[in-house]
C-alpha cells in the first residue's frame, strides 16, 4: 500500500525554538512536495524535492529528502508565530498523483 | 491574476439536491485534479484529467462526475447530494503528470454544506 505518514500531527512550539517536521513513506520515490495550508486557506507549495539529499530552504524553513530512507523532513528555526500552519507533505510514487501525508498543524505560541 | 480559480467559494444545500462546482486554470497546464479535504484535513484525489482526459478516478460514488470541456476547466458535478459529502474541494493543476513539472499548484477551494 502507497502510505506517507507525518509526525508529530500537531506541534505546538515557542517563538524562537527549533523543530522538525518528519514526513516517512512507504515505497520508492524520489519526488516529494512540501506543502503549507493557512485555516480556510489554499494549499501553498513551498518545496519541490526531486532527488535524494535534496536540501531546499527558504527563509526559516529548510527541508530535506534521504531517498534511501523514504524520509523527508522539514526543519524550523528560530519560529516565529507567522509560521503557525499546517503543513503537508506529498509524495509521486510513479502513479500520476500525489500521495498526501496527514498534515502537521503547528501552533507557535509567543 | 489567479492562477487557479473556483466557484463558488461556499455551498450550502439540502440533501438530495444536485450542485456544481466549477474550476479554471490559466497557467496553461495540460493536467487538472479534483481533491476533497474531510473535516479532519485529510486530502485525497478523487479524479485527474490530461488534455480533457480522465487518466485517474479513485473510488469515488459514481454521483460524482466530472467533466473537462477543455484542458483550463475541470468542472465536478455532484448527484442526490448527502451530508458525508460536506468537506473542502480542492481544483488543483500542473504542467504535467509525472517527470520534472508535476508540481501541483491549488485553487482556493469550494467549502460544501450539506444540511
Known amino acids: 500500500e502507497l502510505k506517507v505518514e507525518q509526525n508529530p500531527l500537531f506541534l505546538s512550539m515557542q517563538e524562537g525554538k527549533n523543530y522538525t517536521i518528519y514526513c516517512n513513506y512507504s515505497t520508492t520515490s524520489d519526488r516529494l512536495y512540501w506543502y503549507r495550508q493557512d485555516p480556510g486557506k489554499s494549499l501553498e507549495s513551498l518545496f519541490v524535492l526531486l532527488s535524494n539529499g535534496a536540501v531546499k530552504q527558504e527563509g526559516r524553513l529548510m527541508a530535506s529528502l534521504d531517498t534511501k530512507a523514504r524520509l523527508s523532513t522539514l526543519h524550523i528555526t528560530a519560529a516565529v508565530h507567522d509560521l503557525s500552519a499546517t503543513y503537508f507533505c506529498?509524495?509521486?510514487?510513479?502513479?500520476?498523483?500525489?500521495?498526501f501525508g496527514t498534515g502537521t498543524r503547528l501552533t507557535i505560541i509567543p | 491574476d489567479t492562477a487557479v480559480s473556483q466557484t463558488p467559494k461556499y455551498l450550502v444545500t439540502q440533501m438530495g439536491n444536485d450542485k456544481s462546482i466549477k474550476c479554471e486554470q490559466n497557467?496553461?497546464?495540460?493536467?487538472m485534479y479534483w481533491y476533497k479535504q474531510d473535516s479532519k484535513k485529510f486530502l485525497k484525489i478523487m479524479f485527474s484529467y490530461n488534455n480533457k482526459e480522465l487518466i485517474i478516478n479513485e473510488t469515488v460514488p459514481n454521483r460524482f462526475s466530472p467533466k473537462s470541456p477543455d484542458k483550463a476547466h475541470l468542472n465536478l458535478h455532484i448527484n442526490s447530494l448527502e451530508l458525508g459529502d460536506s468537506a473542502v474541494y480542492f481544483c488543483?493543476?500542473?504542467?504535467?503528470?509525472?517527470?520534472?513539472?508535476?508540481?501541483?499548484?491549488f485553487g482556493p477551494g469550494t467549502r460544501l454544506t450539506v444540511l
Open positions: 506529498a509524495v509521486n510514487f510513479g502513479n500520476e498523483k500525489l500521495t
Open positions: 488543483a493543476s500542473s504542467p504535467q503528470t509525472a517527470g520534472d513539472y508535476d508540481e501541483q499548484f
Open positions: 497557467l496553461g497546464h495540460d493536467t
